[in-house]
């Protein structure tokens, strides 16, 4: 690995993921990009709020605050978990949550990675065929190595 990619929440499960694979980063001296995807239906939240907290304040904030707010949050969970020496770079997008795994793929393009973090969840396969799966989705079309922690 030379570079890892892990999608990331302040979640616990999210902290023990990036944990992992800050390990494997720090075994292998590699680099890890951080992704924070916001669905637009977050975004839009969190901007509204942001908005009402700016107008007590009688500050503007742009569309870009809430992307840096989140990408802040992963510069302050990777500096409490990861090992000092373990480069990071943070990325915070909007997407359509219908194109989460795309944003994934797309970001892994982006910054040449070679291994993906992700976190899965338990679905049965009838609700993998009916719903989809994001995780599943990243583990058939990278063509790479991806760890999938199921929390």
């Known amino acids: 690995m030379e570079r890892g990619l892990v999608v990331a929440e302040r979640t616990?499960?999210?902290?023990?993921?990036?944990?992992?694979?800050?390990e494997h980063a720090n075994g292998a001296n590699a680099e890890l990009v951080l992704l924070r995807l916001m669905t637009e239906a977050e975004y839009e939240?969190?901007?509204?709020?942001?908005?009402?907290?700016?107008?007590?304040?009688?500050?503007?904030?742009?569309?870009?605050?809430?992307l840096d707010a989140a990408a802040n949050d992963l510069q302050e969970m990777a500096r409490d978990v990861l090992p000092e020496n373990v480069g990071v770079d943070i990325v915070a997008k909007a997407t359509d949550e219908d194109d989460i795994a795309t944003a994934v793929l797309d970001t892994v393009a982006d910054h040449d990675?070679?291994?993906?973090f992700v976190l899965g969840r338990h679905r049965s396969p009838a609700g993998k065929?009916?719903?989809?799966?994001?995780?599943?989705?990243?583990?058939?079309?990278?063509?790479?190595?991806?760890?999938?922690?199921?929390?």
Do not use: K
Not at 12 to 22: F, M, N, T, Y
Not at 113 to 116: A, P, R, Y
Not at 129 to 134: I, K, M
């Open 113 to 116: 990675c070679d291994h993906v």
């Open 12 to 22: 616990d499960e999210h902290r023990a993921l990036l944990r992992e694979a800050g």
């Open 129 to 151: 065929a009916l719903f989809g799966d994001v995780a599943q989705r990243i583990v058939l079309d990278f063509d790479g190595y991806v760890t999938l922690n199921t929390g």
């Open 45 to 66: 939240t969190d901007a509204e709020t942001l908005a009402s907290i700016g107008s007590v304040e009688n500050v503007s904030y742009d569309s870009r605050a809430v």
